[in-house]
């Protein structure tokens, strides 16, 4: 079982929004655990887009999507969401969530290697 699936994902226009959430299950209790937000662009590396720490529910943004990203838990339903606003054409690609666990911390990481769960990916697409 995966415990990390992201959903949400699809076709948009520019200037559109989407909501992607990230479903955690296994047992897994997101009082202890940061999520983070990471994509991937055909062609380009996988790059940070935030994260969350599921104690304090602080959430940070990367540079090239603050302001228009924005990264919230719902601790009682075992889900993260990125909210998406504004999009661009260069914000299309694979999107995933990372779970790392377990995490007491106040803060949390956008590096990769600190994150043990991954999730399949949902595609966005920004395109007129």
């Known amino acids: 079982q995966v415990p990390v699936v992201e959903s949400g994902g699809g076709l948009v226009q520019p200037g559109g929004s989407l909501r992607l959430s990230c479903a955690v299950s296994?047992?897994?209790?997101?009082?202890?655990?940061?999520i983070g937000w990471f994509r991937q662009a055909p062609g380009k590396l996988r790059e940070g887009v935030g994260c969350?720490?599921?104690?304090?529910?602080?959430?940070h943004s990367a540079d090239s999507v603050k302001g228009r990203f924005t990264i919230s838990g719902d601790n009682a339903n075992n889900r993260v969401y990125l909210q998406m606003n504004n999009l661009k054409f260069e914000d299309t690609a694979v999107y995933y969530c990372?779970?790392?666990?377990?995490?007491?911390?106040?803060?949390?990481?956008?590096?990769?290697?600190?994150?043990?769960?991954w999730g399949q990916g949902t595609s966005v697409t920004v395109s007129s």
């Open positions: 969350i720490s599921g104690r304090s529910n602080f959430a």
């Open positions: 990372a779970l790392r666990y377990p995490w007491y911390g106040n803060d949390c990481s956008g590096e990769e290697y600190e994150y043990t769960h």
């Open positions: 296994g047992g897994f209790t997101l009082d202890y655990y940061a």
